[in-house]
Structures are given as structure tokens and as C-alpha cells.
């Protein structure tokens, strides 16, 4: 081979690796917010349709407590960030619950399993959400002023992204903190038990209401989260939760409907495959790549990548 054939290479594997390592960086935070979505379903069968807008309700909350205590300056450009997402998916969690309560827990008693009601209940909650926020934040879009988006880190040929790194580094922390939390906590267990068997946990003493209550708010909190870190790099207006609505589906039906594992993995395989795919194809393209890739492997493994037919939370 000529010399230029040999730089052509090279050039092509750095490009490979950088697109990897963006990919790995993206796809930690597409499974985050997936997991969230994926803890609702495993839980309590819902399809829910609004749950990228709850997302753009973290990027707002962490936007405005962030302008509320004067900017980056008040803990640095990393820990701010943190705490920022930290109160926004709280109080968007606290909100899920109060819409458990007074909304979700009266469709799931009504609809008496079926599927229609939720449907319909989740698209209209996700109209309201998109719509109030137009109403009270307008459609100019906002993002948060970190420096961390503009920086990186160097290793070879290879950069690093500040702001992604840190986003990818706090979704790995939550996503293992919620596993440990279902598999080795009371409550955690609880919420399994009463996924797999609603009546049998009645009848051993678990309030299978609380539980789903509880479940709900903790998935709305980390989807928030994940949409707080992401506004870090990523401007964002009332409709963002659309751009996303697909990818997050998608995460959770090809890494194994009601498994929180396999929603994590699906998310971070559709990160990388986006980001490799811009490396070939322009970039306009990147998402028809994912579904196509989406639509074989569930057409091969109809239960998902990495679940199981009998896979539970």
C-alpha cells in the first residue's frame, strides 16, 4: 500500500474512535433516560407517551435553578450542574407523583387492564405539557451557559468532551444506584414483586398502589435528570421531548421490554450506533441507520437484545 492509502486508514480509525467514544458518551444518557421509561412499563404496563416531556421539564427546572442562584459560580462548573439536576428531577419527580395520584392511579382502576385509556390519557398529558410549557416559557430556545461544553479533554488523537463526560459519568451512577436500589432494598423489592404479580403482593401485605406510585415518580425523576444533563450541551424549547420520543421507545423495546438492564443497554447501543453511523452517511441519516439496525435485531430477537421472553424489572 501507498503511503496516502496508509494515512487514509489511520485517519479512518481516528474517526472511528472518536465517533466511539462519542457514541459511548450519548449513549449513556439516551439510557438513562430510557431507564426511566423502562421502570414504567416493567412496573405497571403503561405506555407512557409523555414521558419525553417530562424530560424537557428537567431541562427547565435545571435552567432555572441554575439562573436562580446566579449561574456557574455558585459551586463551579461541575458541581452546579449536579445539584441543578439533582432539584429538577426531584421536583419533576414530586409532580409525577401528584400526577400518579390524581390522573394514572384512576385510569389503571378503571380501565380494568386495558390499554386504550392509558394510551389516550398519556398524548393528552403530553399535549398539556408541551403547550403549558409554550405558554410559560415561550418558544425561544434556552440553553444553559457551561463551559464545559466548549472544553475537552485530550488523549492522543482522541477528545473527550467535558460536558458529555460528566453527563456519562452521572448516568452510569444513577442507573447502577437504581438497580442496587430494586434488587437489594425492601421497597425495591416490593415494586419487583408487584410487577410480576399485582394480586399475589396484595396478598402478601404490599401496597401495590404505593409502589406503582412510587415506581412512577422515580422513573419521571431519572428521565428528568437525564434531560437536565442533556441541556447542558443542547439547547432546548417546549417541543424538544419529540426529538427524543422515538430513540426512547426504541431503547426499551430493542434492549427487552420491563427490564431496567436492558433499557440501559439498548439506549447505549442506539448512542453508539448513531454517532458510528455519521462516520459513512451524513448525519441527516444517522436515525434512519438506527431503525433500520432497530427493525432487523427485533425482527431476529422478537423479546430484544438483552432480554428475556420472561425478563421482569
Known amino acids: 500500500m501507498t503511503p496516502d492509502t496508509w ?16 457514541g459511548i458518551f450519548m449513549g449513556g444518557v439516551y439510557a438513562l433516560m430510557s431507564v426511566g421509561l423502562g421502570l414504567i412499563f416493567g412496573l405497571m404496563k403503561v405506555i407512557n407517551f409523555a414521558q419525553p416531556d417530562f424530560m424537557m421539564l428537567g431541562m427547565y427546572g435545571a435552567f432555572f435553578c441554575i439562573t436562580f442562584v446566579g449561574g456557574m459560580g455558585f459551586a463551579g462548573p461541575f458541581l452546579t450542574p449536579l445539584l441543578a439536576a439533582l432539584v429538577a428531577a426531584l421536583a419533576v419527580g414530586l ?35 408541551q403547550n403549558g410549557a409554550l405558554l ?31 453527563s456519562f459519568g452521572v448516568a452510569i451512577a444513577l442507573t447502577v444506584i437504581l438497580q442496587l436500589f430494586m434488587t437489594r432494598t425492601r421497597t425495591g423489592k416490593s415494586m419487583r414483586a ?44 417546549p417541543y424538544i421531548g419529540m426529538d427524543f420520543l422515538i430513540l426512547m ?5 430493542l434492549g427487552g421490554l420491563g427490564s431496567i438492564s436492558g433499557a440501559f443497554w439498548g439506549g447505549m447501543t442506539i448512542g453508539m450506533m448513531q454517532q458510528l453511523s455519521t462516520v459513512f452517511l451524513p448525519i441527516q441519516l444517522q436515525n ?13 430477537r422478537p423479546q430484544g437484545l438483552f432480554g428475556r421472553v420472561s425478563e421482569r424489572i
Open 249 to 253: 421507545f426504541a431503547s426499551v423495546v
Open 7 to 22: 494515512n487514509d486508514i489511520a485517519f479512518m480509525l481516528e474517526l472511528l474512535a472518536q465517533a466511539l467514544v462519542t
Open 95 to 129: 409532580f409525577g407523583w401528584l400526577i400518579h395520584r390524581g390522573l394514572m392511579s384512576r385510569v389503571l382502576s378503571e380501565s380494568q387492564g386495558g390499554q386504550d385509556a392509558q394510551v389516550m390519557m398519556t398524548l393528552g398529558l403530553s399535549l398539556i405539557l
Open 288 to 300: 434512519m441507520v438506527v431503525f433500520v439496525a432497530f427493525l432487523l435485531i427485533v425482527l431476529i
Open 136 to 166: 410559560l416559557f415561550g418558544a425561544n430556545p434556552h440553553t444553559i451557559q457551561t463551559p464545559l461544553s466548549s472544553e475537552a479533554w485530550s488523549l492522543d488523537f482522541l477528545f473527550f468532551n467535558k460536558g458529555k463526560a460528566l
Open 194 to 237: 408487584a410487577a410480576d404479580n399485582p394480586e399475589a403482593a396484595v396478598y402478601m401485605g404490599i401496597d401495590v398502589t404505593f409502589v406503582h406510585r412510587l415506581g412512577f415518580a422515580i422513573g419521571i425523576a431519572i428521565t428528568a435528570a437525564a434531560g437536565a444533563l442533556i441541556a447542558n450541551y443542547t439547547p432546548f424549547q
